[in-house]
T-cell receptor
């Protein structure tokens, strides 16, 4: 079983749609969680951290369910510019506190 | 401007010819890492460093070396590149555990 699993997609949605991505992680001791965005052939960039109580940043909402070891990202009112790959990232506890990356979910927003 | 700088951005080389990919960060971060990204596999950690002169293997270290003689620099060395090292490579730094990682722009390496 992969340490961080995501649906690879692609998710093809029209502008204005609401889309949700899910991610599961295997290490129950994981401490920090993030969503990164990666445009084609570019470096990943932090989209948002994920907090236990859930958090929102404009059109983006992130949720964490520690009991189910599950993270989600909701994008409302999708824009063409949201087209990218979204990486679920889990920070393990202890030692180096390694970042474990999911393989990513690809989103394509069309007119 | 806070940034992580990798060079070169693109490199085509032949099997067995030693190469170095440089990485430099200007944020005074303790932690630095190298990753490779291959289709369907996501980012896999090659080596990491928690401070100057402290380096350790990640998940896929075979065929690679690193050094951390100064806090800002973390070069990746391929002593004898092979075609299976053809990949997209990213250097990243972060202040400490639990914090955001900042990535370089990537190095696309092709070994023929």
């Amino acid at each position: 079983r992969k340490e961080v699993e995501q649906d690879p997609g692609p998710f093809n949605v029209p502008e204005g749609a609401t889309v949700a991505f899910n991610c599961t992680y295997s290490n129950s001791a994981s401490q920090s969680f993030f969503w990164y965005r990666q445009d084609c052939r570019k470096e990943p960039k932090l989209l948002m951290s994920v907090y236990s109580s859930g958090n929102e940043d404009g059109r983006f909402t992130a949720q964490l369910n520690r009991a189910s070891q599950y993270i989600s990202l909701l994008i409302r009112d999708s824009k063409l510019s949201d087209s990218a790959t979204y990486l679920c990232v889990v920070n393990e506890s202890g030692g180096y506190n390694k970042l474990i990356f999911g393989a990513g979910t690809r989103l394509a927003v069309h007119p | 401007e806070a940034q992580v700088t990798q060079n070169p951005r693109y490199l085509i080389t032949v099997t067995g010819k030693k190469l170095t990919v440089t990485c430099s960060q200007n944020m005074n971060h303790e932690y630095m890492s190298w990753y490779r990204q291959d289709p369907g596999l996501g980012l896999r950690q090659i080596y990491y460093s928690m401070n100057v002169e402290v380096t350790d293997k990640g998940d896929v270290p075979e065929g690679y070396k690193v050094s951390r003689k100064e806090k800002r620099n973390f070069p990746l060395i391929l002593e004898s590149p092979s075609p299976n090292q053809t990949s997209l490579y990213f250097c990243a730094s972060r202040e400490t555990h639990g914090t955001e990682a900042f990535f370089g722009q990537g190095t696309r390496l092709t070994v023929v």
